[in-house]
C-alpha cells in the first residue's frame, strides 16, 4: 500500500474519530470508567500511525547505515505497520457496514 492511500485511510480515520468525539462527553462515557468509542478510535488510529513512523524511520535509519539496525528488524516494523492498517481497514469496513445496516432499518 503507497504512502498516499494510507495516509488517506487516516485521514478518513481521523475524520470519523472528530465526529463521533463531538458527542456530549459525559453520555458518551461508559459505565465503569473504560474508555469511550471515539477515545477508542483516536488511540487506535494514533498507534497505525506509531507503527507506520517506526516502519519508515527504521528503513530511512538501515538506508543511511546506521549501527544496530538490521534489515530483519525493518521487515518485522514494515509487516506490524502493514497488519496494523489492514486492521483498520476492516475494523473501517465493519463500522460502515453496521452503519448502513441501522440506517436501512424499518421503524
Not at 538490521?70 to 475494523?91: E, H, S, W, Y
Amino acid at each position: 500500500m503507497d504512502t498516499s492511500a494510507m495516509s488517506g485511510l487516516l485521514q478518513q480515520l481521523q475524520a470519523a474519530a472528530g465526529q463521533a468525539g463531538q458527542t456530549d462527553a459525559s453520555a458518551a462515557q461508559s459505565a465503569g470508567g473504560t474508555p469511550n468509542f471515539a477515545e477508542a478510535l483516536t488511540h487506535s488510529i494514533d498507534r497505525i500511525d506509531a507503527l507506520k513512523t517506526q516502519a519508515v524511520e527504521s528503513g530511512r535509519a538501515y538506508e543511511s547505515g546506521q549501527p544496530g539496525v538490521g534489515l530483519n528488524d525493518v521487515m518485522v516494523n514494515m509487516a506490524k505497520a502493514d497488519v496494523a492498517t489492514n486492521m483498520g481497514i476492516q475494523v473501517r469496513n465493519r463500522v460502515v457496514s453496521a452503519y448502513q445496516d441501522i440506517m436501512n432499518m424499518q421503524v
